[in-house]
């Protein structure tokens, strides 16, 4: 939560640029200096971020891993964990399989990886004498074990939060944590060779800089001090992003800062509702409340699918609850328990569909229709080359936006007509442009960074044709039944059963947005609104839209438009908006308190076990069953939330611990390993293997989308720095929302990458010259910004010079520039199906780039030069 | 640490203002090493933000506002020869004068209205008086004098009222003076070095000016028939006491005021004002030689009309490059703060340039 | 003329005070005094002003277009200036806040900035260089290469205490509010463009195509609602503060004692002391370095302060003249050459 950062003794911003990105938020930041804390910036630039900081370290982009591994190994290495917060609230005692093999064991890879599949079999890497089901990801690995049915092929689990909970018996323990086979050893033999040495060699940060931020964190952590991390895309956009977040994850529960005051990983969202887009999702692999979305298994019924992904133990074990009220919700009198409540209507997952596979589906010709709803991939995307042939492939493409942004203009002006690849009149896409209400012309919530749910109210109508996204969605459907009425085809019923009926107002009929709310927060049978998700049964007899929101309508009062200021209630504001789960602010908050129910410190009280009544009290609202006894022990053949005992905070998890270790639920592996980017200049230093081995590269190989060599290969010294991609306070993301606008635009009007003054000297680059960026995907050109804020790095030996590139710019607009993404190649992590554009190799030269067909042609220069085939860095 | 703590009872030791603090939160084994680190910067020449000009420069534009000073001080010297030409029995002169003094008074307001960002609204330099600004001061004599001096010089060139003429030339004769010298107090009286650092010697500059170009114009009359060196001698007079008086104190100003008169010897204004002098002094010489000669008389009076002129352009010019170079504005107020940094003896912080 | 030129009847007797006031003694640079007073406002709310506090500033600009939107000020074009990240320049007539970025080669007190640049050739005049001089972002050089801080400053009009803009105004446009900040009426101004090169500090300008001088109107509109200026309103980290002079004055000294204890030895107040060439200003600042390295004069002079002996100079030549005309006729008599 932002505004607990002030309750911080340390900061560390890593992956993130929060005072240009989220200036807003950056107060709590401030009001933490303010009060004596320190705060460490980790950023491969000196931003004005690092401008507020104590420390500014910079790193070589893309090595997050063996920088936080390091302070991993620092913390255990000098007895610096929070022993007594270890053993009690994670998995350290926890005993593993003796067939689990470790990276350090096979040179870079998990046991059970297979090559072919490019993938890996979870099955050895779970708790000794049981089968855990992961409280987030993957969820349908396991499901052949749990239904003797054919498999299909896994697709991704994004930001799935899927049920977990142990099928058969309970993992051994280890107490003392000595046991080799304990989580507790696994990882300190995992990271013992993460030295300050290696990070020097790998980081390019010096190892006296690297100790002052290891001394600086771990005297900042536990039973006194908290320390927080904050991060944005810098870490997510990788091929191990998932991976960067579990390290700091792993660091902060060795250090006891999950759950507690001023501490805690802070995940900063990109843009409004980024958070809201997850949670009752814009992803093809997750249901709302992150129910994971079903296979297509052969006669994969409700009961099966609730016992494969469902669990015992925990608060998913009433994921049939959560799934049955949802159908009711989508469906209502027409889902029945005799017809499994619709479950058949739900669509099933064939394979991974994210944005990039849409992408070469487009190309393949599978994918004919788009909708692009405030999205512009033609400047946002990686590789927008290829993002552009897609939508030039498509029969029909929507683009709903303030302006004519460049995805609904590349067939008349995009740069592949200009080069000549495309011509204008061989693109067959009928481009529908439909301008959009801005959020003052709407009413509705954001749900943003913390779980908060803040409703806007709509202070204007919007102006000429412009509507708002619900507006779309509601006749559209409402025209789409009308079409079908009366169909006798089965495959049109779920249409046409959908409960689709939301009060509308004024000439546009813009439906009723808290209506809306209220069927996500639920009705009881008689149609009142639900308090809390616990009332939600299995009978069909609730309908909720989204069982994490359910209370965010409680007493039919919109709760997200509450205002209370913040002078009148304490700093959690628990009456400011509405939080999920159930209002409670900070997740895990129990663990703030001691296994006897005490704050663990006086100063870091939050919740703590009021023996009087009997009750968790505190300044949040426990995210805890609040009358549940830090005494309590679960009963044998206990399930669901009676299956947690008294001294399990992390409650959605099967055995309610913070997992140092994943036994399941991600496809790269129970521990972060550092892996080097898809294109890095550099050889891992680590292990034989150099890439993520189940990064998803494969299904990407494209004539436009080709990767760089490996180090050590033939050409692979002609893409000798590393490119990073960021944005600046002045724009917002791919820019329709900014480049438009002129007081924003002169700002920062012209599209620029900043280099250091020992890179201009290397290669020629005048300040406020011109620069041309080139990778085997494309070349680009932008102004020159000399500046003393890059630094050089000395990575393993060499001087490594960074290119910053802001993305932001496109060929339309008020403002306009190459777009950065044109260089960034397709590689995805293969949890999160998010590019690589946070780290890659590139070339940089003086001067601007071709035009016309001279463009293509230097890349193609480029990629000979390389030596580069369809083969290149695609291997595992 | 932080030192505020999350206490059962809730925030204890938070901060009334969020007045954070960067660099300071750090071990205080590390400052040692830091405080070895803190730089001495070697004082530079001067410093600035990317070389931009600190005030900004006038938006006042050639040949408007160098024309409206020249033709103010030619009007004012011309008001006065008329009258003594009336008192003296000078005609001609008279004649000449008044018809100068009208026109270039006249002159002087369409060039003050012609660059005005909104010529519609010069009324509106009458809607007060404000003796803090000389334009305004100035609206108000300029509102007087050309009327004055337009019935002065129509009585004149028709022979008609010459009792309302006398009168308007009494008149226009009395504020004539002022006429040719507010417009010293107008230039002086802004943050442009060149311009404020000089105005105890501007107004004598100006007058000074003025006086020589009016007697030049007098000069001028010599070409006219019936106009004897009796005719112009007072003219002569004139013009050789302003250019005495404007020379000395340019000489006395660039002299006194150090950095602040560069503009003055440099660059476009400093050809103005080298071209003034040589034209001056041409212009006196000729003056002086004017009881002989008609031919010296004439181009005498030509030269020394061209000599201010030019004067009045090199001032203006001077003036506009002194608030287009930060250097103006910083080196004399740094150093005006160590002066008295050093006067007060202690080294307060100030004293670092 | 405007259509409604009479609001001039709410500043008439102001002007006339506060001009006397100027022409017989010459501004009172005794300070202390409240500009309102002098102004004749009989009875009127405090002084309100700014305090902007650079050392929080995080360099959002969200003042610079807060402004812009609130009061309609013309967007005025798109320039990459190679400045830092400033692409605006400086104040005028259409920014009326304006973000300065300087980078330079020293720590904020023991701030690890972690940059090496050695062997880097920085220009002598650092960051007073020119940029397109410079083959880098202009930076103070004289520091240790491993050392680099990013000063941020949001500037604005002062609201002098003695305001040469509305001493020289000759329509009295410029008028003294009641709040004692200085404010433009852009249905009375002309244009003569006489308050631009009056300003010390280089705020007030003329706007292109329009003709009349534009510059901060400390947002007259919203604090005569009880409401703080757009810009402060808008400044995420307090770096702008608004409220009453007294409370911001107290404020800021509490902060520069705090900042130059805590070891951040270049921190000092710009613009506060009440003694100062313009009686102290509205809107005062607190800066790590020098002024001049933030494109502010080290010691602003009201340019009215002189004028009182402008004029007795001014008198005392138009005599001189007078009596020089006199002296070119009595020659001619004396002379006795007819």
Known sequence: MQQDLQNSDCIVIEGSNMAECHPVGFQWVMEAKARGATVIHVDPRYTRTSALADLHVPLRAGSDIAFLGGIINYTLSNDKDFREYVASYTNAATLINEDFADTEDLDGLFSGFNPEERSYDPHTWQYRGTEIQAASGQRDELYEDRQQMSSVRHSGRGEAHGSGGAHVGTPELDPTLQHPRCVFQILKRHYARYTPELVEQVCGVPRDTFRRVCELITSNSGRDRTTAFVYSVGWTQHTVGVQYIRTAAVLQALLGNIGRPGGGIMALRGHASIQGSTDIPTLFNLLPGYIPMPHAHANEDLDAFVAAEGTDKGYWGDMRAYLVSLLKAYWGPAATPENDFCFDYLPRLTGSHSTYETVMAQLAGDCKGYFLLGENPAVGSANGKLQRLGLAALDWLVVRDFSLIESATFWQDGPEIDSGELRTEDIGTEVFFMPAAAHTEKSGSFTNTQRLLQWHHMAVEPAGDARSELWFMYHLGRKLREKLAGSADPMDRPLLDLTWDYPTFGETAEPEAEAVLAEINGFDGNGDPLASYEQLNEDGSTACGCWIYCGVYADGTNQASRRKPAKEQNWIANEWGWAWPANRRILYNRASADPDGKPWSERKALVWWDEQQALWTGHDIADFTADKSPHYRPPDGATKAEALSGIDPFVMQADGKAWLYVPSGLLDGPLPTHYEPQDSPFPNLLYKQQRNPVRQVDPFKHPNNRMHPSPGQPGSDVFPYVATTYRLTEHHTAGGMSRWVPYLAELQPDFFCEVSPELAAERGLDHLGWATIATARNVIEARVLVTSRITPLTVQGRTLHQVGIPYHWGWTGYSTGDPANDLAGISLDPNSHIQETKAFACDIRPGRRPTGPDRPALVLEYQRRAGITEQTGTEI | ?353 | ?338
């Open chain 2, 1 to 353: 640490m932080s030192q505020s703590d999350v206490t059962r009872e809730g925030l204890r030791g938070k901060r009334p203002d969020r007045d954070a603090t960067t660099g300071v939160n750090l071990p205080r084994r590390w400052r040692g090493k830091h405080r070895a680190e803190r730089p001495v910067v070697p004082p530079a020449e001067f410093t600035s933000y990317y070389g931009k000009p600190i005030i900004n420069s006038p938006v006042w534009e050639s040949p408007d506002i160098p024309g409206y000073l020249f033709l103010g001080g030619l009007a004012g010297g011309c008001s006065l020869l008329a009258a003594g030409s009336d008192l003296t029995g000078r005609g001609v002169l008279a004649r000449v004068t008044k018809s100068g003094a009208f026109a270039a008074g006249a002159l002087s307001v369409v060039a003050l209205v012609h660059d005005l960002g909104r010529p519609g609204r010069f009324l509106n330099m009458m809607r007060v008086f404000k003796v803090t600004s000389p334009m305004s001061v100035g609206s108000w004599l300029l509102g007087g004098y050309v009327p004055a001096a337009g019935v002065a010089a129509a009585s004149a060139l028709t022979g008609r009222a010459r009792w309302a003429g006398a009168a308007a030339t009494a008149g226009a004769a009395l504020l004539a003076p002022g006429v040719a010298s507010y417009t010293a107090a107008l230039i002086s009286d802004t943050a442009v070095p060149a311009w404020h650092d000089a105005y105890p010697e501007m107004p004598f500059k100006f007058t000074g000016s003025g006086m020589m170009a009016a007697g030049g114009l007098g000069l001028l009359t010599r070409l006219l028939p019936g106009a004897g060196p009796g005719e112009t001698e007072p003219a002569r007079n004139l013009a050789l006491i302003g250019w005495a008086m404007e020379s000395a104190a340019m000489e006395r100003m660039q002299h006194r005021i150090g950095l602040s008169a560069e503009p003055y010897s440099e660059g476009r204004g400093g050809r103005y004002v080298k071209a003034g002098k040589v034209l001056g002094a041409l212009g006196a010489a000729g003056a002086a030689l004017s009881g002989r000669s008609r031919i010296a008389a004439a181009a005498g009076g030509a030269a020394l009309l061209a000599a201010s002129a030019a004067t009045r352009w090199g001032i203006f010019h001077a003036g506009l490059a002194s608030a287009g170079d930060p250097k103006y504005t910083v080196v004399p107020q740094r150093q005006r703060l160590n002066e008295r940094a050093r006067a007060n003896g202690a080294a307060d912080g100030q004293d670092r340039a």
């Open chain 3, 1 to 338: 003329m405007s259509a409604n030129g009479e609001r001039a009847v709410t500043w008439l007797p102001e002007i006339r005070t506060r001009g006397l006031r100027s022409a017989l003694s010459g501004p009172a640079l005794s300070g202390g005094a409240d500009p309102a007073d002098l102004s004749g406002y009989p009875d009127h709310p405090p002084r309100m002003g700014f305090f902007t506090d650079t050392s929080v500033c995080i360099g959002c600009k969200a003042c610079e277009v807060a402004c812009k939107e609130w009061n309609h000020v013309p967007e005025d074009g798109l320039n990459l200036l190679g400045m830092s990240y400033d692409n605006t320049g400086g104040l005028g007539a259409d920014t009326w806040r304006h973000v300065a970025f300087i980078e330079q080669r020293k720590p904020v007190a023991m701030q690890d900035a972690g940059v090496s640049h050695a062997g880097v050739a920085l220009p002598p005049d650092g960051s007073g260089t020119p940029p397109e001089q410079a083959a880098m972002t202009p930076t103070t050089p004289g520091g240790p290469a491993d050392q680099l801080r990013w000063l941020m400053a949001s500037d604005v009009c002062k609201h002098c205490t003695h305001a040469a803009c509305l001493d020289v105004c000759p329509t009295g446009a410029l008028i003294r509010t009641e709040f004692g900040t200085v404010v433009v009426q852009e249905d009375v101004c002309n244009g003569c463009g006489y308050c631009i090169p009056a300003c010390p500090y280089g705020v007030i300008d003329q706007r292109k195509g329009d003709g009349r001088a534009w510059k901060c109107t400390l947002c007259y509109d919203r604090i005569s609602d009880g409401m703080e200026p757009a810009c402060a309103k808008a400044c995420p980290t307090n770096s702008i503060q608004f409220g009453p002079l007294d409370e911001l004055r107290e404020r800021a000294d509490r902060r520069v004692t705090e900042l130059l204890a805590a070891g951040v030895a270049d921190a000092q107040l710009y613009g506060r002391d009440p003694g100062d060439g313009v009686g102290g200003d509205g809107a005062f600042f607190l800066l790590l370095d020098e002024p001049e390295v933030y494109g502010l004069p080290p010691d602003p002079v009201v340019t009215t302060r002189d004028l009182p002996s402008m004029w007795r100079h001014v008198g005392a030549a138009a005599a001189v003249m007078a009596g020089g005309a006199v002296a070119a006729f009595a020659a001619t008599i004396f002379g006795g050459r007819r």
